[in-house]
């Protein structure tokens, strides 16, 4: 993956469309050796773009700059039900040719008028998701995540989510230690866990307890330990009750989601940096044996171990 394509349209979502350039567009970086594209930003009718912020955009290229683009994003615009039939076009060739379609927040909205939610599981900002399901009952719209990659095809939900979305892609087409430094460059977190529920208003849960950030970097530093949910509400000295409705409330998961998730983390990296053998991997990692890391990492990533390794690692 090379050449970066991105389309803007009328009444533009500056942030979104900022997101984009932040993960994508930097053209020079030298505190790594991480790839550098070939960004290009495009618009149907090249010249002044509109936004609903106090200023406007002034881009140069056309729709032709999507034609040999490996990623084609769709940055966020405030007309949810205004499609360019020139944009549906350009996308829909993409798509036939193999080429990753992505589309942050309202961006979904074009995706589904161009029919390429049909049958695919999606997202788009929470405040929209039922409206994205009205308007295309084919797509199989989740309310309740920060992406979702199905196939060619990704969505990301609202906002910062479209941070987290690319660093997702950056994470599956080059592996941990890219999408990490990228992160890092950029100044966020290399993967956030939880969804869009934690960002939907709701009542505040009843908890005396102090946070559990203190609780959560204790637990990646001691990964390989028994971590179930009766040993860590003991240690934050709640009952078991108490201590899973916090964490969720403060997560956005389960105690075990979450543990499994740093556990399937902590694995890629070891994978990339280390020669060291599965089986060690999985019981540094806390899983065990070979097998339960087969599992959970094949769940999460869709490849093995062993094929994670042999496309990422950079162990000679």
Known sequence: MHTVAVIVQDNAEPFGLGSLVEVW????????????FDFRVCTPRPGRVTTRSDFDLVVDRGLEAVADADLVCVSPHWDYDVHDDAVLEVLCAAHERGAIIYAHCSGSFTLGAAGLLD????????????????????ALVHPDVLYCHDGTVLTGAGSAAGIDASLHLVRDRFGAHVAST?????????HRDGGQAQFIA??????????LGPLLQ??????????DVESLARRALMSSRTFA????????????AWVTQQRVLRAEQLLEQSDRS?????????FGNAATLR??????????????RRTFSGVA
Not at 127 to 137: E, G, I, M, S
Not at 278 to 286: L, T
């Open 25 to 36: 567009g930097e053209p020079y970086h030298p505190e790594d050796d991480n790839p550098v």
């Open 119 to 138: 049958g695919r599981e999606c997202t788009t900002h929470w405040r929209y998701t039922d409206r994205l399901q009205r308007a295309y009952p084919e």
């Open 218 to 227: 204790w637990i990646l530093e001691h990964l390989a330990e028994d971590l």
């Open 245 to 256: 409705r916090r964490f969720r409330a403060e997560t956005g998961a389960t105690p075990h």
């Open 295 to 308: 599992h959970h990492f094949t769940r999460q990533r869709g490849v093995s171990p062993q094929q994670y």
């Open 278 to 286: 599965i089986e060690w991997i999985a019981a540094e990692v806390g």
């Open 202 to 211: 709701r009542q505040v849960p009843e908890c005396d307890a102090e946070t």
């Open 182 to 190: 990228t992160a890092r460059r950029i100044v966020v977190p290399p």
